[in-house]
Nanobody, 125 residues
Framework: QDQLVESGGGLVQAGGSLRLSCLASGRTSSTAYTMGWFRQAPGNEREFVAVIRPNGGSAYYANSVKDRFTIARGDAKNSVHLQMNSLNFEDTAVYYC?????????????????WGQGTQVTVSS
């Protein structure tokens, strides 16, 4: 089955941590794909969080999460993880896993072919 499946979301207090995981299968799974995360808060557009290039390539972060979040490929290479530390209320959103950067900016949601269903992250103040 061709899908990206996210896990690890939940409710956490401000200052806490969560680790999101995304497992790719079928056509969404390739060691050649850029993979990463976007998020969408109620009333807002989807925004870039972090992505990582394949084969030991570079990672890119939104300024709002830099130094707090870390993205990494899993050992199986068809997975990606997002370690989120020092969470604050503004991080509350549905987090979406993405894969396969086509043409365009890595920061644009329109540039990615595959999307997961999303996992809710709620940070209580």
């Amino acid at each position: 089955q061709d899908q990206l499946v996210e896990s690890g979301g939940g409710l956490v207090q401000a200052g806490g941590s969560l680790r999101l995981s995304c497992l790719a299968s079928g056509r969404t799974s390739s060691t050649a794909y850029t993979m990463g995360w976007f998020r969408q808060a109620p009333g807002n557009e989807r925004e870039f969080v972090a992505v990582i290039r394949p084969n030991g390539g570079s990672a890119y972060y939104a300024n709002s999460v830099k130094d707090r979040f870390t993205i990494a490929r899993g050992d199986a290479k068809n997975s990606v993880h997002l370690q989120m530390n020092s969470l604050n209320f503004e991080d509350t959103a549905v987090y979406y896993c993405v894969a396969n950067l086509r043409t365009g900016s890595i920061y644009s949601p329109n540039s990615y072919e595959y999307w997961g269903q999303g996992t809710q992250v709620t940070v209580s103040s």
